[in-house]
């Protein structure tokens, strides 16, 4: 049996199979391989390597890290002794609501408990068949550094793996309590590391397949535009030109090398037709957005209270009106994709965080069905939500289909702006008022942007990664128009107490993708909330620590994590220096506080110094955390000072670096970060660390300059304003 | 052409005019200099030319024939890391990892420069090299234990 078939063949800690039906598909393949597989994901191999199907992709979360410690931990293993391997689209891994995803910062969160039950049950049945071969009680043996003690006799992991597998798998076996931790809770070194810093690691552009050619595509200047009409003579007499094509959306050059292909598509010409999104204009969006203060069609979130009564009838009224560009994800890995059309099965290796995504759309396009598409996902060079997307996959399939060999497809950084998926513009006119105790009477909110969940399903139908249930329902309620858009409303309430409040949502909707992107909904409403709650604090002339701090319950997280952010808030600071505050609850589970230093340096925004706290239930690996952070706060710098994705006439402004500047490292804070002491379970960090940074800045810009900054990028409005 | 890439010569059948990050990846077969902007714009495909930090999405390769190039490949000794990558690996640098041989290389040209640089040379060299993931910290954490290590040896 190979061991694909094997793995596919597993479920969930493969409950179920009746012992003395002959051997089980474990026992058989114990006896074949050698190998103790109890489960999909952990396996034991006859020399004692301990291997752990990564059934989630490793962009850099440290997901990799994560699997190894669980596993390591329960098998009283050393981590270094952890080989950990990326988990092909195989059904046992359809684990996150029916699909193989990696995404929303739920990997932790999620795999905490299965994964180390996995291991635990291979703990056990290990133990079972030692003690066993003993003829004593399982409960007086050990386990330490891969072997199975009792007194003074002590058997290897790899001398038990035929006798463990015909033990019965335990449905819930003992997992380590907590004050036995030798790894989760530590420090500790990423696993995946050692590769990276010697050139070793394996991205999708780097994957090399036997006879495989390259392509390289040609996408029109306006987004979704075909080609009318392709002159590629001069390029197929290139040297190593083997095909130019035009295909929907793009005009693949294939080649036997890159450098063949990126050098033949500087001779092509393209007549391009009008695209997708022919005329789409960021600054009309915008005007219409500001005109747009109907009410009555919107889709209403939350009604709490009555907002409307207690704004008109409080002290003091205060109304605003926040902005946010497109924004592109730019990841450092642009977009590829390899893959083989072999009659009816299809190979595909690439760097994507939902290979069932790309397993549905994949098919879709050969003609095959979803289980004959094989994904072997790579380390992706970043995703922030951008590679659960699959129409890169496309592409790189269409191209496939038709060269017959395998096809390893790049686009280049301009395809990869140009033609992205991206975060919505999003406008949100909020309305608030205090009564005359200086206290919040009520707060309403009007969002206006791209609906997310609607695009989503449309984009996708039943390949979307979200259960069918889900799917058919939300389809139901846009066939009704009553869809409240919960992607990209999320956010709007943060835990606030606050007696009256309404939330309205009114969808824009261009021909634009707008989609998944660090944070998602949250990338703006945390920065449209929390700039709006400052503007309240001031008006009510209380610090904008403690006017938070009011509004927030007593005895919750939210609370605590605001509290322990004091001392960076009242610290003493140098003259010509704002200071700003954020907080957010994320996905109801995750709680950030931030703090941050501005200065203004010859009109440049400055930003020093960022204090993080963070809440996230127990820190499995408090480096990784730590690190999370960091790089939640550089990324949405990034965004919060300089990025925005315009259109002007259907065109995409933005082609490379230049001009979607990222920080680099002149700029980079001083980042400090505080991750609170818990025993809840773990929750997630890939992107609680984002939203707060954009109104924090903003909010220590109006400390230092009275100016209220309500658009971002904040540089390009400090400068206009 | 003949290049000469981590000590080892490289025979290419290429136009003089192919950026060298592709020679070095199709060609040599070394994977680690990767493509990120192709106009030197983000650092990702840095190597060094006789011991001098380039970007190789634009440097031609007809014009370093003759000249040493060394790759991310070219930084170990036999398995035995730099003290570079020995403090990446201290202080958790790489999360995606992606980004992560152009700043390596960066970094090694500079401390071939300046055995001791301030923080201020350390932020000008390495604001050539973009990353994604918000490294730069622990780059430049790393880059002041790995100057500890190599000044405080004989």
Known sequence: ?721 | MKLEINGVSVEAAVPAETPLLWVVREEAGLTGTKYGCGRALCGACTVLVDGEARRSCVVAAGDVAGKKVTTVEGLADNGVLSALQEAWLAENVPQCGYCQSGQLMSATALLAKKREPTDADVDAVMSANLCRCGTYPRIRAAIKRAVTALVGKP
């Not at chain 1, 180390?116 to 003690?131: D, F, T």
């Not at chain 1, 996408?219 to 295909?247: C, E, Q, W």
């Not at chain 1, 009008?274 to 005329?279: I, L, T």
């Open chain 1, 1 to 721: 049996m190979r061991r694909r078939e094997f793995l596919g063949g597993l479920g969930i800690l493969s409950l179920g199979f009746e012992i003395g039906c002959g051997p089980s598909p474990i026992v058989k393949h114990a006896r074949e391989s050698g190998t103790f597989a109890p489960n999909a994901w952990v396996s034991i191999r006859r020399d004692g390597g301990v291997v752990v199907e990564v059934d989630k992709v490793e962009l850099g979360q440290g997901v990799t890290t994560l699997y190894a410690t669980l596993v390591a931990e329960e098998l009283d293993v050393p981590i270094d002794a952890v080989e950990t391997h990326y988990a092909d689209s195989l059904p046992a891994y359809r684990t996150s609501s029916g699909m193989q995803l990696t995404g929303g910062s739920t990997s932790t969160r999620d795999g905490y408990l299965p994964i180390r039950k996995a291991a635990a049950a291979a703990r056990e049945m290990l133990v079972g068949a030692a003690a066993t071969t003993w003829g004593v009680p399982p409960a007086e043996c050990r386990t330490e550094g891969g072997f199975v003690i009792h007194g003074g006799d002590r058997l290897a992991y790899g001398a038990l793996t035929v006798s463990a597998a015909s033990r019965p798998v335990p449905s819930s076996p003992n997992l380590k309590p907590r004050s036995a931790f030798r790894l989760i809770g530590k420090h500790g070194r990423r696993v995946e590391a050692r590769a990276k810093v010697d050139g070793t690691a394996k991205f999708g552009i780097d994957v090399r397949v036997p006879n495989m050619v390259r392509a390289w595509v040609l996408h029109g200047p306006v987004f979704g535009a075909n080609a009318i009409s392709v002159r590629s003579d001069k390029a197929l007499a290139l040297p190593g030109v083997l095909d130019v094509f035009a295909f929907p959306g793009g005009v693949a050059v294939v080649a036997e090398k890159t450098w063949q292909a990126i050098a033949a598509a500087r001779v092509i010409e393209v007549t391009w037709d009008r695209g997708v999104v022919a005329g789409l204009d960021t600054e009309k969006l915008r005007a219409a957005a500001r005109a747009d203060t109907s009410r009555g069609d919107e889709q209403l979130q939350t009604t709490k209270g009555n907002a409307d009564k207690a704004i008109a009838n409080a002290a003091t009224k205060i109304e605003a009106f926040y902005e946010a560009p497109y924004l592109c994800h730019a990841s450092m890995e642009p977009l590829n994709c390899t893959v083989h059309v072999r009659g009816k099965k299809v190979e595909v290796w690439a760097p994507v965080q939902s290979p069932s995504v790309v397993q549905a759309a994949v098919a879709e396009v050969v003609g095959v069905s979803p289980e004959d598409v094989l994904v072997h996902t790579t380390l992706a060079g970043g995703g922030f939500g951008r590679r659960t997307h699959a129409d890169f996959a496309v592409q790189a399939a269409q191209i496939a289909k038709r060269v017959g060999r395998p096809v390893q497809m790049t686009w280049s950084r301009e395809s990869d702006m140009t033609q992205a998926q991206y975060r919505s513009i999003n406008f949100a006119r909020m309305r608030g008022a205090l009564r005359a105790d200086g206290n919040v009477a009520g707060i309403d909110v009007h969002l206006l942007g791209q609906p997310l969940l609607e695009e989503s399903i449309a984009a996708f139908g039943d390949a979307l990664p979200f259960p069918r249930a889900f799917v058919d329902t939300i389809r139901g309620l846009m066939a009704t128009n009553t869809l409240p858009d919960l992607g990209s409303l999320e956010g709007f309430d943060n835990t606030y107490e606050v007696e009256h409040r309404r939330i309205a949502f009114t969808p824009i909707r261009t021909k634009l993708p707008s989609y998944f992107w660090r944070a998602v909904g949250p990338s703006f409403t945390c920065f449209a909330l929390e700039s709006f709650i400052d503007e309240l604090a001031h008006a009510a002339r209380v610090d904008p620590f403690e006017f938070r701090r009011r509004l927030l319950p007593v005895g919750s997280r939210a609370r605590r994590v605001l509290d322990m952010i004091a001392p960076a808030w009242s610290a003493p600071k140098a003259p010509g220096v704002g200071r700003g505050i954020a907080r957010i609850t994320y996905a109801g589970e995750t709680e950030v506080a931030e703090v941050v230093d501005v200065e203004l340096v010859a009109g440049r925004i400055k930003v020093r110094r960022v204090h993080v706290v963070v809440d996230c239930g127990l820190a499995v690996n408090p480096d990784i955390v730590r690190a999370q952070m960091e790089g939640a706060v550089i990324f949405g710098l990034s965004a919060a000072l300089d990025q925005e994705i315009t259109l002007a006439n259907g065109v995409v402004q933005q082609r490379n670096f230049d001009t979607y500047p990222v920080l680099r490292m002149f700029e980079c804070p001083e980042i400090t970060v505080t991750i609170v002491d818990s025993g809840e379970a773990p929750t997630g960090v890939g992107e609680p660390g984002l939203p707060p940074i954009a109104p924090a800045v903003a909010n220590a810009l109006f400390a230092l300059t009275g100016r209220r900054l309500r658009r971002l990028p904040l540089q390009k409005e400090l400068d206009v304003s």
